[in-house]
C-alpha cells in the first residue's frame, strides 16, 4: 500500500472483502495482529479503518471471552438509489477525468512564478479547509482545490476541474466523511500548496496524485 493513503486503501480492501463474503454476514473477522499482518498495514491503521467501518454501519464490536469485530448482517446500502451500471461508469469516468486534469493543474501552478495575491490565496484557502468543521469540510476542500487550479492561469482548466469538482461532490456526498481521512487529507492539502509556492512542479504533481488516489480508494470501496 501507499504509505500516504494506508488508510483509505485499508478501508477499500475490507470493504471488497465483506462484500465478496470472505466473511460471512455475522462472521467475526480475524484477529488484530492476524488481519494487520495479511493487509500489511500497522495495527493503529486497521483500528482506525474497523472504527470508520464501524460508524458507517458495516461491522459492530463486542467484548467478553466471545468478543471482536463482526460483520454486521445488515449493511447499509452501498449505492446511492441509482442503477449500480450507470454508478460504476460515472465512478470511473469522474475518477479518471479528475487523476488526469488535477496532478497537472498542480504542476503547471507549481511552475509559474505566482503573485503576491495567488500565493495568499492559496494559503487562506489551506488555512479554511485545515480548520473547517466537518460539515464545512467539503465546500472548503472544493474551494482549495479550484484555488490551485486557478493558480494555473488557464481558465479552461479552470473551468474543467470546476466541472469534475462538481461530479465528485456527488459521488462524495453518497459515503460517510470520515475523520482519519479529514486528517490525512489536510496534510496532502499542506504537501501540494507547499510545492506550489516552492516552485517544485514534480513534487506538486506527486503529491496531488497521491492525495487524489486516497480519495478513489475510499469512493470506490464505498461505491463500487
Do not use: K, W
Amino acid at each position: 500500500m501507499r504509505a500516504g493513503n494506508a488508510f483509505e486503501e485499508t478501508v477499500e480492501r475490507m470493504l471488497q472483502a465483506i462484500r465478496l463474503g470472505v466473511v460471512a454476514p455475522g462472521a467475526r473477522l480475524p484477529a488484530e495482529r492476524e488481519l494487520s499482518a495479511r493487509l500489511g498495514v500497522s495495527r493503529v491503521t486497521l483500528r482506525e479503518a474497523l472504527r470508520a467501518l464501524q460508524q458507517a454501519g458495516y461491522v459492530r464490536s463486542r467484548r467478553g471471552r466471545y468478543g471482536g469485530t463482526f460483520v454486521r448482517p445488515d449493511p447499509p446500502s452501498r449505492t446511492p438509489p441509482r442503477p449500480r451500471a450507470e454508478l460504476a461508469a460515472e465512478l470511473d469516468d469522474t475518477l479518471t477525468l479528475r487523476a488526469v486534469l488535477e496532478p497537472g493543474a498542480a504542476e503547471v501552478a507549481a511552475s509559474r512564478a505566482l503573485p503576491p495575491r495567488l500565493r495568499r490565496h492559496l494559503r487562506a484557502r489551506l488555512d479554511d479547509c485545515t480548520g473547517a468543521a466537518p460539515v464545512d469540510y467539503r465546500r472548503h476542500d472544493s474551494r482549495l482545490h479550484l484555488a490551485i487550479a486557478e493558480a494555473a492561469a488557464a481558465p479552461s482548466l479552470t473551468g474543467a476541474v470546476a466541472d469534475v469538482r462538481t461530479r465528485l461532490n456527488a459521488l462524495l456526498d453518497a459515503i460517510p466523511l470520515i475523520p482519519p481521512n479529514i486528517t490525512h487529507s489536510d496534510h496532502q492539502h499542506a504537501l501540494i500548496v507547499t510545492a506550489i509556492l516552492d516552485g517544485d512542479p514534480p513534487a506538486a504533481r506527486a503529491a496531488m496524485a497521491e492525495h487524489l488516489a486516497g480519495t478513489a480508494s475510499l469512493l470506490r470501496g464505498f461505491l463500487s
